[in-house]
């Protein structure tokens, strides 16, 4: 089992930046991609970005990319989302995941995360 806590969600007017965080314990090595995915209200879940832990690649939808940055920190054990340039349409539950996923084309897949976090809120207002 692999356990993921999110923190790092708020508030920000456009334009602002934020910095979430997803804490992960537990068999963390039973995968090899670690992704954000975000969920407005009223529409289905979407990929944000992701990490493979194997290679070092980081996926980015088109919504997302130039603005922000996934990276992880070692020594904390995070995978980290900054994100910039923030946007009212980037209002949503951002959640966490965690899997072993065989193709990286599959990064932004949802059914091929076994683990989730509970999720954390970003509000932009305009």
């Known amino acids: 089992q692999v356990q993921l806590v999110e923190s790092g969600g708020g508030s920000v007017q456009a334009g602002g930046s934020l910095r979430l965080s997803c804490a992960a314990s537990?068999?963390?090595?039973?995968?090899?991609?670690m992704a954000w995915f975000r969920q407005a209200p009223g529409k289905e879940r979407e990929a944000v970005a992701a990490?493979?832990?194997?290679?070092?690649?980081?996926p980015y939808s088109d919504s997302v990319r130039d603005r922000f940055v996934i990276s992880q920190d070692n020594a904390k054990n995070t995978v980290d989302l900054q994100m910039n340039s923030l946007k009212p349409e980037d209002t949503a539950m951002y959640y966490c995941?965690?899997?072993?996923?065989?193709?990286?084309?599959?990064?932004?897949?949802?059914?091929?995360?076994?683990?989730w976090g509970q999720g954390t809120q970003v509000t932009v207002s305009s």
């Open positions: 990490f493979s832990t194997d290679t070092g690649l980081t």
């Open positions: 537990g068999a963390i090595g039973d995968t090899n991609y």
């Open positions: 995941a965690a899997g072993r996923l065989r193709y990286l084309w599959s990064w932004n897949d949802a059914s091929q995360y076994s683990y």
